[in-house]
């Protein structure tokens, strides 16, 4: 069965630094999502990705990140300036069709970052 | 209130029992609805979409009221591979999914 790959599965970076975060979807998905999710708490969307650009994104998706497809296989998340608070897991998912069209997501395993 | 609400758990049952939870979303708009499962430091992984008329697989049933913004799941004849952290999800426009803080359930032999 495809899966959505995610690497590294855990980073840890010194604060104010940037990370970028890797993820390849499935080969014919269309749609591309980050979610986090912090220690205990629960799954959090930040942004959608169709077409090139961004569709949604949540008020967590501040200036500090940013989505890019670059070469038609890989979508990374970038975090300018890490905070404390950026320690979370970060999934992303990909997905055949919209959401609001139930076309559900397919998460990968996860990248753990943890900013020291 | 919550954007997605669900019972808070956690659910301890014996093998081979039947258990339900709930959840409620607040927004009327939503349209799509699903269960997701979630083991520990894991990935969330879809277990179902649920449908308006409600939806079964194998042990596993859906059931949405719309009226109610209301959407329920039922496990029956619980297995001890079912202990994982049950998501309710819901869709806030065309491609935002909403989480619910998710209800542990250990099924215990």
């Known amino acids: 069965e495809p899966e959505v790959t995610q690497t590294p599965s855990h980073q840890v970076t010194q604060m104010g630094q940037e990370v970028i975060l890797r993820c390849v979807p499935i080969?014919?998905?269309?749609?591309f999502y980050w979610y986090r999710q912090i220690l205990g708490q629960k799954v959090e969307f930040l942004v959608s990705?169709?077409?090139?650009?961004?569709?949604?994104k949540s008020e967590i998706f501040d200036d500090q990140f940013s989505v890019e497809r670059p070469d038609g296989s890989n979508f990374t998340l970038k975090i300018r300036s890490t905070k404390l608070e950026d320690s979370a897991m970060y999934f992303c998912?990909?997905?055949?069709?919209?959401?609001?069209?139930?076309?559900?997501?397919?998460f990968g395993d996860g990248t753990r970052l943890s900013i020291l | 209130r919550k954007e997605v609400e669900q019972d808070p758990g956690p659910f301890n049952v014996p093998e081979g029992a039947t258990v339900a939870f709930n959840c409620t979303y607040s927004?009327?708009?939503?349209?799509?609805f699903f269960w997701y499962r979630q083991d520990c430091r894991k990935e969330p992984k879809l277990l179902m979409s649920?449908?308006?008329s409600g939806n079964e697989d194998g042990r596993f049933t859906a059931q949405l009221n719309r009226a109610s913004q209301y959407i329920s799941l039922l496990i029956r004849d619980s297995k001890l591979s079912d202990s994982a952290t049950y998501l309710c999800?819901?869709?806030?426009?065309?491609?935002?999914?909403?989480f619910g803080a998710g209800t542990r359930l250990t099924v215990k032999p």
């Open positions: 927004n009327s708009a939503s349209q799509s």
């Open positions: 649920v449908y308006s």
């Open positions: 999800v819901v869709n806030i426009g065309r491609h935002d999914m909403r």
């Open positions: 998912a990909s997905g055949w069709g919209t959401v609001a069209s139930n076309q559900p997501q397919h």
């Open positions: 990705f169709y077409n090139n650009e961004i569709s949604e």
């Open positions: 080969s014919n998905h269309l749609y």
